[in-house]
């Protein structure tokens, strides 16, 4: 069983920065890969980036490469999203997820979430 909890989410203008972490309980942690996905009002829940449980693999959906950068640190079963350049388009709720099925954008394929944190870019 994987328990996870997402904070660092806030209001911040276009151009700025935020980090996202997602700590987790249980003690397989480290062999979940970890997923971040965003809600925005009236859509879709949306991949954001993944992370393999190794950290040696991750990957980014197109709007964010270059942008966003996914890590993990398995000595403090936490996983972290930086983003950098934040655009008004990315204000979102953003979840956290974990699964064993490899760092993929699908989301039938993590069986735990978070509850989500906040995020608005104001231009």
């Known amino acids: 069983q994987v328990q996870l909890v997402e904070s660092g989410g806030g209001s911040v203008q276009a151009g700025g920065s935020l980090r996202l972490s997602c700590a987790a309980s249980g003690r397989t942690f480290s062999t979940y890969d970890k997923g971040w996905f965003r809600q925005a009002p009236g859509k879709a829940r949306e991949f954001v980036a993944a992370?393999?449980?190794?950290?040696?693999?991750?990957y980014y959906t197109d709007s964010v490469k270059g942008r966003f950068t996914i890590s993990r640190d398995n000595a403090k079963n936490t996983v972290y999203l930086q983003m950098n350049s934040l655009k008004p388009e990315d204000t979102a709720d953003y979840y956290c997820a974990a699964g064993q099925n490899g760092p993929r954008a699908s989301r039938d394929l993590y069986a735990y979430w978070g509850q989500g944190t906040q995020v608005t870019v104001s231009s």
């Open positions: 992370i393999s449980w190794n950290g040696r693999t991750t």
